[in-house]
């Protein structure tokens, strides 16, 4: 069964500066889907951010960018210039193929300091 | 482009009462996914249908949990009778059938708490 695991319960980075969130997964698969979401305490579910397994180069959306090792099955998420508004609970998930469940890790909660 | 609508947003009940979740997915999207999501956990998928067939519902305690997609658009899950354990949020999510199948949108989730 595939698995993610989220090693930082919680981080916390000063506004404006940079900050990277980890992310391991587990899997046999060699096509597969890799996600980042947001939650804030509103406990909306945001996309911040999707990798392709068969793509080599790493996604970025704005200050959003992701290191995507696929040999280390490792995928951490960047957040540049972090803004207050970044401040939610950060999920890493993982989908086998379109149209499949999504596996969640555990979050990290990420705090920013004004 | 309206998002995926759920009600109620909050929900309290007795345990051994029953309770009933809606679900409106985004308009075109065939599929969609019931998840659980206990409080410091990440969410869990209970039930995803492909238009109004079950695809997956192996994550589903069906001695208490229902849930059916009747037209192949909206939904309802329903919890009878409710444990103390299933205190939670419920996330409904949806996809697309062609462009970006793989990523769900979500709606803002239901809290309920069983007392």
């Known amino acids: 069964a595939q698995t993610v695991t989220q090693s930082q319960p919680e981080m916390s980075v000063q506004e404006a500066e940079t900050v990277t969130l980890s992310c391991t997964y587990d899997?046999?698969?060699?096509?597969?889907?890799l996600f980042w979401y947001k939650q804030p305490p509103s406990r909306q579910m945001i996309l911040v951010i999707r990798q392709e397994a068969y793509k080599q180069q790493n996604a970025t959306e704005n200050r959003f960018s992701v290191n995507f090792q696929k040999a280390a099955k490792s995928f951490s998420l960047k957040i540049s210039d972090s803004q207050l508004g970044d401040a939610a609970m950060y999920f890493c998930a993982y989908s086998m193929e379109y149209g499949n469940k999504l596996v969640f890790g555990a979050g990290t909660i990420l705090r920013v300091k004004s | 482009e309206a998002g995926v609508a759920q009600s109620p947003r909050y929900k309290i009940i007795e345990k051994r009462q029953s309770v009933a979740f809606w679900c409106n997915p985004i308009s075109g999207h065939a599929t969609l996914y019931w998840y659980q999501q206990i409080l410091g956990q990440g969410p869990k998928l209970l039930i995803q249908?492909?238009?109004?067939?079950?695809?997956?519902d192996s994550q589903l305690p069906k001695d208490r949990f229902s849930a059916e997609r009747l037209k192949g658009v909206d939904s309802t899950l329903k919890i009878q009778p409710a444990k103390l354990e299933d205190s939670a949020v419920y996330l409904c999510?949806?996809?697309?059938?062609?462009?970006?199948?793989?990523?769900?949108?979500f709606g803002p989730g239901t809290r309920l708490l069983v007392l």
């Open positions: 999510a949806s996809s697309p059938e062609h462009v970006n199948q793989e990523t769900q949108y």
């Open positions: 249908f492909q238009n109004n067939g079950v695809v997956d």
């Open positions: 899997t046999s698969e060699s096509d597969y889907y």
